[in-house]
């Protein structure tokens, strides 16, 4: 199987690594890829938000599966493009990943489809979020209705932050505040049948403690041994299916992956948003566990097969990533940095570029790497990622140093 990867930060390195590993993946080519990618790809230079150019590429390479990484394309419709085409691909139509790009059409979803969330208004204007906000109280939840590379939610106890927040994007989505510990649930799914991944738990708050700004993540671990018994039953029953049968019904079913962001408050789990696609860095830890070929995984989605797939299989122990971000990330990072350190198993590359000159490798992004490791436990794991990040010596970055460590002490509380 020749497969395309679209996409370029640290969730595709982690897909490539995944396909790469796949015996029936004998062709890798990645698009436009980054340094990290390129020890297991072909890499070429596309314009991932243009669908003529994806589609172009995919037909002109003869490859029988192209992938999708990023949100951005999936809502620019690159999906339905090389569709069109007649080649095979993983993840959803423009319709469809509007489940992300829109934050007030997927709230009209779970409501259609019944599925448990937080209470919300749609906002455009400032009178409309301030009666939201009085109404919903601290703290305070704004999400832009739009895509924001993970960084279009604003949780504050500051009223006029909320504000501010709400008049700087527009429309908004206010919600009321749902507390509990949060959980990452991949699910696989043709559109019909769908095959949950591991729950994995990740850190989106840019300072230990869960201090500071949200960020696209700073680092994530799986499993979840504190999850509550039969919790990813119930998601698949009361939020999965009926999403899909939702999506169905309005003649644009969802195919590909369904990211589903969850709450385990006092009520049980309640949806915090989907997602159209991997999250990063979540889908760095749940691949490195994943034993079942992910080409054949993905592929039998794409071509509406997923029913007759194998059960997935899981290595055994637990997987944790570490995040190092550029100086002053979440804000427009520096770039531009030497990378040294970086050429060892299980450093993932997010946003780093080669130096024209010399083969330098150097920081091109706000989540420039990450070190992701397994071990027989959650404390080895998360000790050998640690290990990878503190090995790695790019001036002025950051991480985070209690990625897991509520979990590996057994401190994770669910709500009683």
Not at 75 to 81: F, I, L, M, Q, Y
Not at 86 to 95: D, H, I, R, T
Not at 105 to 122: L, N
Not at 376 to 391: I, K
Request: proline share 7%; charged share 20%.
């Amino acid at each position: 199987m020749r497969v395309l990867l679209v996409g370029s930060g640290g969730r595709e390195h982690a897909l490539a690594l995944g396909l790469a590993a796949d015996p029936s993946v004998e062709r890798l080519i990645a698009a436009p890829g980054n340094p990290g990618i390129a020890g297991v790809a072909e890499l070429r230079q596309v314009d991932t938000a243009d669908p003529a150019a994806v589609s172009g590429l995919a037909v002109e390479e003869g490859v029988d599966l192209v992938v999708i990484g990023p949100e951005a394309p999936l809502v620019a419709g690159v999906a339905d493009a090389v569709r069109a085409t007649g080649v095979a691909c993983f993840g959803p139509s423009a319709e469809a990943a509007r489940l992300e790009g829109s934050k007030a059409f997927a709230k009209d979803v779970m409501t259609a489809a019944g599925v448990p969330t937080a209470r919300a208004y749609t906002c455009t204007d400032e009178a409309g979020t301030a009666r939201a906000l009085d109404e919903f109280g601290a703290p305070y939840v704004v999400k832009n209705d739009g895509l924001a590379a993970g960084k279009g939610v604003v949780v504050t106890d500051d009223r006029a932050a909320a504000l501010a927040h709400a008049a700087e994007c527009g429309r908004v989505v206010v919600e009321e505040y749902l507390a509990g510990p949060e959980v990452s649930l991949f699910v696989v799914t043709d559109g019909e049948a769908a095959v949950p991944l591991l729950p994995a738990q990740d850190f989106k708050r840019v300072g230990d403690g869960d201090t500071g700004p949200n960020t696209g993540g700073m680092g994530a671990y799986a499993p979840l041994a504190w999850a509550p018994p039969g919790l990813v039953d119930q998601v698949m029953r009361e939020v999965v299916y009926p999403t899909l049968a939702e999506m169905r019904h309005r003649g644009t079913p969802f195919a590909g992956l369904l990211y589903v962001g969850l709450a385990i408050t006092t009520a049980g789990p309640r949806v915090i948003e989907f997602n159209a696609r991997f999250g990063d860095p979540e889908t760095q830890v749940v691949l490195a566990l994943l034993e079942s070929p992910l080409g054949g995984l993905l592929h039998a989605a794409a071509t509406g097969t997923l029913a007759a797939h194998p059960p997935l299989r899981w290595r055994d122990g637990a997987a944790v990533t570490v995040v190092l971000a550029a100086a002053n990330y979440p804000g427009p990072p520096r770039t531009g940095d030497v990378i040294t350190g970086a050429e060892r198993p299980g450093v993932i590359h997010a946003g780093t570029a080669r130096r024209a000159a010399d083969g330098a490798l150097l920081s091109a992004g706000g989540r420039v790497l990450c070190g992701t490791a397994t071990g027989p436990d959650l404390a080895a794991a998360r000790d050998a990622a640690y290990a990878l990040v503190d090995g790695v010596d790019l001036p002025g970055s950051h991480h985070r140093r209690d990625i897991a460590d509520a979990a590996v002490r057994g401190a994770v509380t669910l709500p009683a």
